[in-house]
């Protein structure tokens, strides 16, 4: 039995199909909406909104919060990470590659949509069928939205004829010691990444995608994430994970390309579909909320070998300090221990990646009624064994963090290079 | 749902009083007698409403054929039905239990219809805390009985009123207004009662039986589609054959789980067996909405 109905005889609308189909080309014709949405991208993929036909109102947005889809790297890996995440992992059911080119045209026509702040689509006003756009972000702002897409290694089975293509460095990551990974929190054939300065907005666009998937791939796992938002920190100082700890300050510069080229780019050393792409490493790491809170400040400033009010490290008051690991104390200990989380992540310098974590909070462990709360770890790079792996490595064995932090889940993805306008995303590989 | 009844009272008792004959004499069989006549009855009663579309789409044919498969359907609806109350009612607790389940999946395979006729629905199949406790009747009252308490102890009011509210559903059914419209939403409400009662073992909390009423529910979805599948076919064929690939895909999914001539206990059935049931429903559903597409031009 169904719960309740709302079925009420509304016969109407059924022959009003002709006119509204008329009445969306007249708008869509007549007033230039492309203007009026303010991306500079949107021509095929408009809906008609409902427009009025009034003169065409002041721009709705301004390009500031709008971070172009298209271009020759895909957005989401450099840019200044937005206020919110929301995260998933899909499995195709298809086995038809065919199907999965289908699948990443229609979701780059969407994505284009979605990052713009327009509508998905072109069945907004039929009374008769479901819209093609969900509708929860129609009149908000892009709000800096960006989707950024990979494949994992399963990608490269013996499924759709890919296994030569798989680049050696994209492999399920090797066992690190104190791991404790469920299944459920694991892998993936495709991922997409999306951030927004609005957690509606970045929904919406999974929920989307996800929608148009249907038939071709199903959610693996989802999980959303936050920072601080702008409006809480309007100076954009280097966030705080949910330990109240400082997390980025050593991160490499976005702004200096050929750092950039070095940590986190494809280039001639890659196969040809991923030049200009970049490997993700996804790590989902439950923290041990109750046992860090009564752990006293000098254990958890030891632990991250940085003060916990500046991010300084250990001895030092600015925050973008450089770290001194060969300070010595009077008795010649260590200013900073080596086994804090700091050091053990720094190793010689060498070897860098660009970290672009989230916090999330998925409410609480039934089991246990402790938070069910942490970071999904994000890092970009142009080699996954030689950076992620070699650092992981180090710190899996003795960082003191170990101890109020598990890692529940783990996956890869190698994120494609961009895409131009006419062309998909994935083209590279798949086309 | 756009649906629409009118009847005059005296159509009603007439009708009643057909249903209950029709049924007494063809108590053997599945009756095909029963069937012809309903069609007459049918091409007569859906002239008007399909005459106003202005559609360039003809659905008469289809929605005559779906009004003889509905009274089909409703006429082993009470014939099952009769047989599992009358277990009930002389205390056969396996008989009943036996019954129960396929009884049914006439019902579900027109859930639609008979959610459109009033307090018909709730009356037949409300779950536990649907309706305030004092009004709860029909079949999950009685399956509470058998599964949970193992008696049919107590029950033989429910199963009179079962009975009656089943013959009740026969005669109201002759006077539902169908249009085009109502198919096309009816398909996609029926995967839509698959995919928020029966995939979460919500719908059959005693018995078990959720795979019964899941694929019943597909059948009567996919019994639409192919009445509306030549008017589909015509205005796009790519979507017709979306739809159809994955009506074979999702049953592909549920034949493992047959069991002589019924379907294993929901219970048996892994959390990644039900995900992935659930999965391919909403890939059929996905398209099957936007069936949609034929009633414009």
Redesign the interface.
């Known amino acids: 039995m169904k719960s309740k109905n709302s079925k009420d005889a509304q016969g109407a609308p059924l022959f009003d199909k002709k006119l509204s189909r008329r009445e969306m080309l007249r708008l869509t014709g007549a007033s230039g909406l492309g203007l009026l949405l303010g991306g500079g991208s949107v021509g095929g993929i408009l809906a008609a909104r409902e427009a009025t036909g009034q003169a065409a109102p002041a721009p709705l947005v301004s390009n500031a919060e709008v971070i172009p889809f298209y271009g020759s790297r895909q957005a989401g890996i450099l840019t200044p990470a937005q206020n919110f995440l929301c995260f998933a992992a899909f499995d195709l059911t298809t086995t038809k590659l065919a199907d999965v080119q289908k699948l990443f045209q229609s979701w780059t026509e969407a994505a284009a949509a979605l990052t713009s702040g327009s509508l998905i689509g072109s069945v907004n006003d039929n009374p008769n069928l479901p819209p093609t756009d969900t509708g929860e972000a129609d009149g908000l702002t892009p709000s800096k939205c960006t989707l950024t897409f990979g494949v994992g290694p399963a990608m490269f089975d013996g499924r759709f004829g890919l296994a030569a293509k798989r680049p050696s460095t994209l492999a399920d990551l090797p066992p690190f010691a104190g791991d404790s990974l469920e299944p459920q929190w694991c892998g993936g054939d495709l991922c997409v990444q999306a951030c927004a300065d609005d957690m509606q907005v970045a929904f919406h666009a999974i929920r989307n995608l996800a929608r148009i998937a249907r038939g071709t791939a199903v959610l693996r796992w989802t999980q959303e994430g936050f920072q601080r938002t702008g409006n809480a920190d309007p100076k954009g100082g280097t966030p705080r994970n949910l330990l109240g700890f400082k997390d980025g300050t050593g991160n490499p510069d976005v702004t200096n390309d050929s750092e950039m080229r070095e940590v986190v780019w494809c280039g001639s050393e890659s196969p040809a579909w991923m030049q200009g792409g970049t490997y993700m490493a996804v790590r989902r790491v439950r923290l041990r909320i109750e046992v860090w809170d009564r752990s006293t400040l000098s254990d958890q400033e030891a632990t991250f070998g940085r003060h916990r009010q500046t991010g300084a490290p250990i001895g030092a008051t600015d925050e973008f300090a450089k770290l001194n690991l060969d300070a010595a104390d009077p008795e010649g200990k260590p200013v900073i221990p080596p086994d804090s989380h700091s050091a053990l992540a720094h190793g010689d310098g060498t070897v860098k990646m660009l970290r672009r974590s989230y916090s999330f909070s998925s409410g609480m462990d039934l089991t246990t009624g402790q938070l069910d709360a942490g970071l999904l770890f994000i890092s970009f790079q142009k080699d996954l064994v030689k950076q992620f792996v070699s650092i992981q490595k180090r710190l899996s064995k003795s960082d003191r963090l170990n101890e109020y932090m598990v890692h529940t889940g783990s996956a890869v993805f190698a994120c494609f290079p961009g895409v131009r306008e006419g062309g998909y995303i994935g083209e590279t590989l798949l086309g | ?4 009844y009118a009847f005059p009272a005296g159509l009603l008792a007439a009708s009643i009083l057909f249903a209950g004959c029709g049924n007494d004499n063809n108590s053997n069989n599945n009756g095909n007698n029963s069937g012809n006549e309903s069609a007459a009855t049918a091409a007569a009663a859906t002239n008007a ?1 399909a005459a ?4 360039a789409a003809d659905f008469t044919s289809a929605i005559d054929q779906y009004r003889i498969y509905v009274i089909e359907q409703c006429d082993e609806f009470v014939k099952q039905t009769e047989a599992f109350t009358h277990a009930v009612k002389t205390g056969k607790l396996e008989d009943a239990k036996a019954l129960y389940a396929p009884a049914r999946m006439y019902y579900e395979r027109i ?1 639609p219809i008979a ?2 006729l009033g307090d018909l ?2 009356n ?4 536990e805390n ?1 309706v305030d406790p004092a009004e709860w009747r029909g079949f999950h009252k009685i399956e509470q009985a058998l599964w949970q308490n193992s008696t049919t102890g107590g029950m033989a009011g429910v199963a009179d009123q079962l009975l009656k509210d089943a013959q009740l559903l026969r005669a109201k059914v002759e006077t539902v207004d169908i ?1 085009e ?1 109502l198919l ?1 939403t009816g398909a996609v ?1 029926l995967l ?2 698959v995919s ?2 029966k995939v979460t073992g919500e719908e059959e909390r005693y018995s078990h039986t959720d795979l019964y009423d899941f694929v019943a529910n597909v059948e009567g979805a996919q019994k639409i589609y192919e009445l509306l599948k030549p008017e589909l076919t015509k205005k796009d064929p790519s979507l017709a054959q ?1 739809i159809g690939e ?1 009506f074979d895909a999702l049953l592909a999914e549920l034949a493992p789980f047959k069991s002589g001539d019924g379907y294993v206990s929901y219970e048996t059935l892994k959390e990644d067996e039900v995900r992935k049931l659930s ?1 391919n429903l ?3 559903a ?2 099957l ?2 069936m ?2 034929i ?3």
Do not use: C, H, W, Y
Not at chain 2, 1 to 4: D, E, L, T
Not at chain 2, 52 to 55: F, K, L, M, R, V
Not at chain 2, 124 to 127: G, L, P, Q, V
């Open positions: 749902m756009k649906f629409s409403p106003a579309a202005a559609s859930e959610e459109a629905d709730p037949i199949d409300a779950r649907d249009d419209s096309v409400e839509n009662e928020s009662s979306t994955r999965q909403d890939a059929l996905e398209p909405s936007n949609g597409t009633l414009g031009v």
